[in-house]
């Protein structure tokens, strides 16, 4: 098959990275190619080169043959390259007919004046024809993320995209929405189209691609067929060394009483409505329990329900028997709530403050760190030491700000001031999203641990393979209600994700 | 008691409806430019300023050549290029958009750069050569009510109508208003789909201050018609809390001009008429300042802008996503 893109000794660097160091790409039509890495292997920068945002400081894109360059986004989506960002790039108020004729000044788009009636039945036509109908009056705000993904791709099919790069397209699917999106994106390819499939997933990767072009650290490592590639061989392809995939460990500790309890929990979002509709929920002592669930159906204001971030508007969060007033942070850490959140760099920690300020952040009403309203600076530089020493935190002292460490270690900050305060329950959510599979393992590690010592350990996570691998029990939230509840050691991903497209009836 | 001697045209509410027109004109015109740049996501508080720099270049340019369409030209010239400045500030070098806006008002508002014009071309106490004067004919200009209300009114007036079915047809039926409004709402969206963000920025950000160069023209060219310092006491301030008022809609910027026209007319009627001669007089001119207040204060809450569908992206800077 004649190659349609191929990029040759691409480098980029940004002030103190090289992000892309000769890389090599070249992807055929009519194949679905995976680019698969870990995070911050350049599989970003190298797509949004692809797509005209950024311009290689080196290096020749060819496309069909013929070398380009893209001044702007604008000239990659007239070569026919278009893009499903990871986090979409949909204007809210706008219909889906809007959306998808946004920027298009061909053909149709060269009229002055927009006429939705004849957009809105392309738009339709074009659903259909991939099985991925939307309906085209309806605002974006109204959709679900899968259906907003969708919009994404008709966006680059009505613009006649023949390459369409897709930034880790799964993360907010269900299983099964994941899919029927390999099934169109194998439509698509049939044509004759080139789909590059952006990822960090295996078994993803060996799902649904022809080939994959393996990157870490900036560098090309190598491009092999997914039919004759293992998970096993290609993680040790991105890692760089052989690595044991996340599976399920068994843990030493007891089971005992429950030490949170949730009743009946309603909460609002951050745009009105009810974020929580009457979430029941109990953790107990030594137990791993995982909130399971696509990404926006509540997860984080669960968590913050339960932490005293945020008011509940009904309902009850109990630790040890007694009831929670609510809405009160410190109350809650008093009660033995410790709290990893989803954004470790800005909810996590401070992050210009220095490691030893972050690390008593909780605890500086405590005589150790402080004597009457002065705070007691050596005691609170060996705390910090003795920390970073504990929890293995590499990059820097105790002075460094915290926003210089890398996510694995930040997150290692976090997780050793939440672990010192001695708690009863920790709310964990999506502790290692980001992080590369050395530090995950350590995360998943010291989750295990704590569960073993005692503490009631909540995980809220959109990784399944994440909570198959720690959890006891699975709980599936649905649009800010339980809708199930499965032992993990006995379900499977499908009974997980039909509980997670809402329930199985 | 309402009709006095003069008939119908004489009532009280034919003359403040009246004055509701002529007063919400200048109003109108500068409340649709601050929607076209607020519409792009440019918060611009230097309509004042504009309004004034519009008002005296205007002025000049009628006292040096005596054509009006000229004077409205260089009143729109002189306003965009003060919001040239603005643009360029806050969308090149991405200075806050608040701190610019104020900088822009007290540089060329009063005792500021249009001051100073006004000083040194030696406009002030000088009558107009021409101001924009009804133009229809008498017989449709005395008609009942509609007479002194709509038709006895300066091309000015009809020209804004104009304006606001142009504004309307722009942001709802064609592309580049679809485009303006995906900038303002999303520009993450806009640039990845091709569109350019900082041209569209630009664009609507000077027209937007050409337009309240004209509204600052309204008043040094038809309402009083002279060059006083100052002279549009507060209007642009007004105009950015209509927009707001209008839920950045032009359709309703009308209403909303006019609802605001009424009160800046009211204390002059109310005063010649001895209306309510007890209240002091200063009661009623503080009218549309005091509605101004309330009005910001109670849509100043990001959620209550989200509701009122302010633009999301209005007064933050559009940045690559960069690392």
Redesign the interface.
Known sequence: MPSAVELRDITKRFPGVVANDGVRFEAAEGEVHALLGENGAGKSTLSNILTGLYRPDEGEIVLWGEPVSFASPRDALDAGIGMVHQHFRLVPPFTVAENVILGDHRGEGKKFMVHPRRIERNVAELGKRYRIAVDPRARIWQLSLGEQQRVEILKALYRQARILILDEPTAVLTPQEAESLFETLRVMADEGRTVIFISHKLHEVKAVADRVTVLRDGRTIDTVDTGSATPRSLAALMVGREVSLAERVERDGEIGAPVLEVRGLWAHGDRGGDALRGVDLQVRTGEIVAIAGVAGNGQRELAETITGMRAAADGQVVVDGRPLRGGDAREAIRAGIAHVPEDRLHTGVAPSLSIASNVVLKSYRGKQVTRGPLLRLRAIRDHAASLIRRYDVRGGGPELPARQLSGGNLQKVVLAREFHGDPRVLVVASPTRGLDVAAIETVHRYLRDAASSGVGVLLISEDLDEILALADRVAVIYEGAIVGEVDAGATTVEEIGLLMAGGAG | MLVAAGGINNAVLVVVLASAVVYGTPLLYAALGELLAERAGVLNLGVEGMMLVGAVMGFWAVQRTGSLLLAIGVAAVAGGAMALIHAFLVVTLRANQIVSGLALTIFAGAAGLSSYLGNDLNLADQPAKHAFSPFLPRSWRTADVVGPVLLNQSALVYASWVCVALVAVYLS???????L??VG??P?????????VVAYRYVHTVVGGAFAGVGGACFSLAITPQWVDGLTSGAGWIAIALVIFAFWRPTLCLVGAYFFGAFSGIPFTFQARGILSGVPPELFQSLPYVMTVVVLVLVSSA?AR?RL?AP?SLGTPYV????
């Open positions: 039926r064609t592309r580049p208003g679809l485009n409004r995906a709402e999303s993450a969206a806009a640039d990845a789909m091709g569109i350019n959620g989200r569908g999301a690559r996503e960069e690392r």
